[in-house]
């Protein structure tokens, strides 16, 4: 009898044209889930939903979070192995959700060979294409755009996959308020010139433009993450870069030993300002950023944004990004300052929480209408 209800469902792969796939991924019948907030978006027409899916870790284990018509119905950890599990049951069978099916946590530059697959979707009823979002928007970022802290309660200061959420995700506030589908690419502790404790190695500038080479390890080189990535496939209107929270932290710290034998460090000016060859290395960062980005988006708006955690280097972004635009001739490109988290706003792992970012995403999405309208203009 439970073999004939498993087989009387209808299978979907991710190849279905049903699904809309959700961040960078290598297209196929099953999909690597690579970056915080990739998955899937479906309608869903039937009464139960069930996800197949592969998860394979050493430390951090994988969660995922389903969303029907914008509401989360379920957050939860992912066993290892390859499993198909149920997530609705009992839906009125002519209700027609949108589901959202995303990745809470970061790829783990020291899980290498961690991975998740989602291979389909089963349903007894039938899904269908979802609606085309009015525009797209790509996220680059640190621990904040991973969604550090929006998960556990305040005080808790555990790295586990625990802490990290989309759900409240500024991002996703964002997505929401402009009917905009959304791509992350995030990484706590790394940052624009330098991760928060001085390893150069540790920057989004150097992962850009591969499909996702923050773990090198076999089984994400087999599942094609470390390939070139394809800008073509997904076309975005906006870039939006939230860096340099941990560029300003590693001005605080000593020195790091490369592999290379030599010890880098950013350092203060002798009046413990930013006005030293440390502080323009940010700037000259930003700017090679930025010509890298326009690169592979050459119709993509670029816009800068920082101070979620406070404004401490925020001149030399803003210089960055006026550099910029002053050697390139290319003006698609701006700065926007964000009101820093208070004490009351705060989640977990000392990291701003959903007050904060809910706040966020709202400014963002009404610096990006103000730009739209500028757009309109000329």
């Not at 610096?367 to 757009?375: N, P, V």
Request: aromatic share 10%.
């Amino acid at each position: 009898m439970i073999k004939e209800l498993r087989n009387a469902r209808m299978k979907y792969n991710m190849l279905a044209d049903e699904i809309r796939l959700l961040g960078r991924t290598v297209y196929g019948e099953q999909v690597p889930v690579f970056w915080t907030g990739s998955g899937l978006e479906t309608i869903f027409e039937g009464q139960d939903l069930y996800l197949e899916y592969v998860s394979h870790y050493a430390v951090y284990e994988d969660w995922i979070r389903v969303e029907m018509n914008g509401a989360t119905v379920i957050r939860m950890p992912l066993e290892k192995g390859h499993h198909e599990i149920c997530l609705l049951r009992h839906i009125r069978p002519d209700a027609n959700c949108l589901i959202r099916i995303v990745k809470e946590i970061q790829p783990m530059e020291d899980d290498p060979d961690r991975f998740l697959l989602f291979c389909s979707l089963r349903t007894e009823g039938r899904l269908h294409t979802p609606p085309e979002h009015r525009m797209k928007i790509e996220f680059i970022g640190d621990s904040l755009t991973a969604g550090q802290g929006l998960s556990g309660p305040v005080g808790y200061t555990d790295w586990t996959s625990l802490s990290f959420s989309t759900e409240n995700h500024y991002a996703f506030e964002v997505g929401k308020e402009l009917d905009a589908e959304i791509q992350l690419l995030a990484q706590g502790g790394w940052g624009v010139a330098t991760a928060w404790n001085n390893d150069m190695h540790a920057v989004m500038p150097r992962v850009y433009n591969e499909v996702c080479s923050v773990a090198e390890g076999p089984e994400v080189r087999a599942l094609g993450g470390l390939n070139a990535h394809d800008f073509q496939q997904w076309n975005a209107d906006y870039v939006v870069i939230n860096l340099g929270t941990n560029d300003a932290n590693a001005f605080h710290q000593p020195a790091w030993t490369g592999k290379d034998g030599k010890q880098y460090q950013m350092l203060l000016d002798a009046n413990g300002g930013y006005t030293g060859k440390s502080a323009e290395q940010v700037v000259e960062a930003c700017v090679h950023f930025l010509g890298q980005i326009r690169e592979k988006r050459p119709a993509s708006f670029m816009l800068w944004v920082y101070g979620m955690c406070g404004d401490e280097i925020g001149s030399l972004l803003r210089e960055g990004v006026e550099r910029y635009k002053m050697i390139s001739g290319d003006n698609r490109a701006e700065y926007f300052a964000l009101t820093p988290a208070r004490a009351d706003e705060m989640g977990s792992n000392e990291h701003p929480g959903a007050k904060c970012h809910l706040r966020t995403g709202k400014d963002i999405a009404e610096e990006i209408r103000r730009l739209q309208k500028s757009d309109d203009r000329k």
